[in-house]
């Protein structure tokens, strides 16, 4: 009898046309590190009385279908997790590479469906109704650069054979933290010992009375982004913005000697006056718990820029 591994481990991914209803084709073959995706259902205990010490059987709860993905930030597949969190991009470039602009602000997010699949049970597991809920990641000076994809799906159906075909290949072109850079204003910020990201769709489940326990959808509520960089300090420049409460423009940039690139813009960032401790004879170190909010000029809160040579996400 064979026993799952996570080495063999699968993941496939197609968008929805209707919202909980899995494709029946178009699916790709997704990178990814580890998930904790997954439908669980809860038991109830009894609360009856007059049946001795010995509780009544326990009744189930309402189906609840989400969990994490951790993916590496390429050039390539990363794009499909930016269209779920922030729409549909806009693409430019009537050949290779292209740009695609991806937006922060949009009322309706694309669901998709994903499959894990564990052929050596085997157990494919297909979950529609996926939104993201957020997406973050952390930029440092060395280690695997990864992201962390928070997930809200409908439903869970499981099937010992895979529902999503022959997926179509992902051709990996991983950046690494060597690849990253932090501006601010359009100028490289010295001293930065790492950065936080997080963008996040605050979903709100649509949690109805249903024979299946299932929910209806989830929709997206007001966004943010957020997130904090750890700085040597050695001036005066981010402590005076944020005693003055004035705003600026932060971008987080990866780039490959072959061309593609990711860039996330927040075109107004606001920053919080920070304690800065005196911890011991080392270096001294600022956090500055950072927030974006919408720009006039741009009328949007970020935008993210992936330039590769897929024609279109």
């Given amino acids: 009898m064979a026993r799952a591994q996570g080495a063999r481990a699968q993941m496939a991914l197609a968008f929805e046309t209707t919202y909980g209803t899995p494709p029946a084709s178009g699916y790709t073959k997704m990178p990814f590190a580890s998930t904790t995706l997954g439908s669980e259902q809860p038991l109830q205990t009894s609360e009856l009385l007059g049946y001795g010490r010995d509780p009544q059987a326990p009744i189930k709860d309402a189906v609840t ?18 269209k779920a969190g922030f729409g549909a991009p806009s693409t430019t470039g009537a050949e290779a590479p292209y740009t695609h602009t991806f937006t922060s602000g949009n009322w309706a997010l694309p669901s998709f469906s994903v499959e894990t699949g564990m052929p050596e049970v085997p157990r494919y597991a297909m979950y529609s109704g996926c939104m993201v809920d957020s997406l973050s990641w952390q930029m440092a000076r060395s280690g695997l650069l990864t992201a962390t994809v928070s997930l809200v799906a409908q439903g869970e159906e499981v099937d010992t054979v895979s529902a999503a075909g022959v997926p179509a290949p992902i051709t990996l072109q991983r950046f690494g933290h060597f690849n990253g850079a932090v501006t601010r204003n359009g100028a490289d910020i010295g001293n930065v010992v790492s950065a936080d990201i997080t963008y996040a769709n605050n979903l709100d489940r649509i949690e109805t009375i249903r024979a299946d326990g299932k929910i209806d959808g989830a929709d997206p509520s007001i966004a943010a982004l957020t997130g904090n960089i750890v700085v040597r300090f050695a001036d005066q420049t981010l402590v005076q913005q944020a005693i003055n409460g004035e705003a600026c423009a932060l971008e987080f940039t990866y780039t490959l ?19 800065v401790e005196i911890s011991g004879p080392q270096g001294v170190q600022a956090t500055f718990d950072w927030q974006a909010a919408s720009d006039p000029n741009e009328g949007h809160m970020c935008t993210v820029a992936l330039i590769n040579d897929r024609e279109a996400y």
């Fill in 257 to 275: 000697a072959t061309g593609e690139s990711l860039t996330l813009a927040a075109h107004a960032v606001y920053l919080p006056r920070p304690r």
């Fill in 65 to 82: 279908a989400d969990g994490n993905v951790v993916v590496p930030i390429d050039a390539d597949a990363f794009g499909f997790w930016l």
